[in-house]
Structures are given as structure tokens and as C-alpha cells.
């Protein structure tokens, strides 16, 4: 039996990379999963990857899911995605904020409607969502949120500084404002049995997008963990009992390691200090 057999799920981001993971991943542990993104069709966008091709290769393995062409950033488009999963597959139970946006322009240079454009995806995207899905969960007394965070919220502390912080200001604040929105929203839910977390992975993950960036090499770089390092920590944090994660602000391998689906780690919460949520 798998893990989520029965349960609905939506994965958003879920063209590339991480949310494909997890998509992929909560699909073979038997969930029905609502993959939602902007990217439809390969070719749409400059990096590879697709829902179409997302939901093709889990279909092929066996699996359940269905394609939402979604923009997290627009109140209407989030509702559709909710609506379209409800009619396809039932209530959800599972929702994963995975789709984030990122520019990395100093803070002098950097254009408003970006800025913007940002908070939109990566805050007010996640607070969207969880709006809509929270009434089902409410209902039945049960449910979990898994807000995905990065380790770019850990500030860089107090001066002096030996180097200009490379543009990541926004982006840091952006998941810092989440990994505080779920704590707030765990606490306020608590009450109905749903369960919110928020995880970072533990080292640079490879994907399209990490790799267009250069924060990697390739695909393949040692440096980096692999998507399904995150996916494992999402479909813990999904299925544990609620007490034992809600509220959770936490790192892939330091929480993988902890509930002992890995014997070893490193990173954040393992070698060094989270962020301040993470701490709490």
C-alpha cells in the first residue's frame, strides 16, 4: 500500500524539477495529483520540461494525474486549479506550494514590476491556494500544506560584509515571509487536524532552472541533492501524524535523517543553523 492511496493531492511548479518530483513521487504512493504550473506544453518556455510531459511519464508508470495550466500569481487561476482537481478527483487533501519565481538583480536595479511579480508567485501565490483548499480539509478534520522554502531566507547576519550577496535579497525575503505564513497558518488550523510545514532543501538541488542560473553545473552535479531528496521530505511532512510535524519550518535531509528515512545528512539543521522559524 502506498503512503497516500486515496488521498488527492495538487503539486504546483510541478512542470520541472522539484514539484515534477514530487509529483512523480506522491503519483507511485498512490495519490490522485492535480499538477498545475504555467508551462503546458514543451517548448512554451525556455527550459525544458512540461505538465503535459510531467503527466505523460507518470501515467506511463501507472499513475493518476491531471494537467492544470495555472498561474499561482492571480486569485481566479488558483480557484480554477482547485475547482478542476475537485471535479477530476474529489476534495483535496494534499497541497504542495512548490512554484516560486526568482531574479537575481541587486535590489538598486532591480525593476518594481519584478519585485512584484515575486511577492506574487512566492507569497501571495501560496496564501491563494491554501485559501482554496482549506475548506475541504476543514470539513473532514484533516489535511496537510507543505509550503516549499529556501535556504536563501537565512539572512546573512550583521556586518561588516566580504562579499555583495549576489541579488538573492528578494528571494530570501520572499521565503521568509513563507516560512513565517506557515507557522501562523499552522497554528490557526491546528484546530481542524490539518497539518502545515515548510521545507528547504538541504543542498542546491539540480533542475532546469537551477542549472540556467548557475547555481549548479548540470543535472548531475555532486554538489547538489537530488529532486527526489526533496520529494522523500514533502511526502514525510505530508504523511506524518500531525503533531509530530505541524508547524515544521525544516530542511530536507535534516528531517529525513531525524525520522530516520536516511542515516545521514548535511546541511542546515544537521551541520549548521537553520533559519530563525526553523529554530522555533
Known sequence: MGK????????????????????????????????????LGEGEHILEGSLITTVAEIEKAGGTALAVQTDVSKDESCASLVEATRQQF?????????????YFIPTKDYPVRRWLRAFAVNVHGPFMMSQKVLPDMVERGSGAIVNV??????????GPYTRSGGGGTMYGTTKAALERFSQGLAEEVYQ???????????QVVPTPGTVYHKLVSDLDDPRGEPPRMMARAILLLATEPLDKVTGRVTYSQAILKEFGW????????????????SQR
Open 192 to 202: 481542524y487536524g490539518i497539518s502545515v510545514t515548510c521545507l528547504s532543501p538541504s
Open 262 to 277: 536516511i542515516d545521514e545528512g548535511r546541511g542546515p539543521g544537521i551541520d549548521s543553523p537553520g533559519s530563525g522559524y
Open 90 to 102: 474529489g476534495p483535496v487533501d494534499v497541497l504542495v506550494n512548490n512554484a516560486a519565481l526568482n
Open 4 to 39: 497516500l492511496d486515496g488521498k488527492v493531492a495538487i503539486v504546483t511548479g510541478a512542470s520541472r524539477g522539484i514539484g515534477k518530483a514530487v509529483a512523480q513521487l506522491f503519483a507511485a504512493e498512490g495519490a490522485k495529483v492535480a499538477c498545475a504550473a504555467r508551462t
Open 149 to 158: 522554502s529556501s535556504s536563501a531566507a537565512i539572512g546573512p547576519g550583521h
